[in-house]
């Protein structure tokens, strides 16, 4: 098993910023392509961002492109998610999900394991 615990979530006005990070645990950290999501209410899990398993590819969601980074440091299990230019619309959960397939997915279902999430919240 491999237990993501995400943090770093909160209220930011439009405009600002967060960085999210997910800890690993359970198993070798560098085996797994890192995903992130978002669910707001009443929608569905939303893909946002995900990098391989060396950090040599990565994907991002339209909506996020040019705004959104995501990074990993295997040597600390870290997956992060720096989201910049946040509009009211990034408002949700955001969940961290490991993937232990061939190449990195975009796919919720997916990916193996994830975490509980971390509310961001975006108003002014």
């Known amino acids: 098993q491999v237990q993501l615990v995400e943090s770093g979530g909160g209220l930011v006005q439009p405009g600002g910023s967060l960085r999210l990070s997910c800890a690993a645990s359970?198993?070798?950290?560098?085996?797994?392509?890192m995903g992130w999501f978002r669910q707001a209410p009443g929608k569905e899990r939303e893909f946002v961002a995900a990098m391989s398993r060396s950090g040599t590819s990565t994907y991002y969601v339209d909506s996020v492109k040019g705004r959104f980074t995501i990074s990993r440091d295997n040597a600390k299990n870290t997956v992060y998610l720096q989201m910049n230019s946040l509009k009211p619309e990034d408002t949700a959960v955001y969940i961290c999900a490991a993937d232990s397939g061939v190449v990195p997915r975009t796919t919720a279902s997916r990916y193996d394991y994830w975490g509980q999430g971390t509310q961001v919240t975006v108003s002014s």
């Open positions: 359970g198993r070798t950290f560098s085996n797994y392509h």
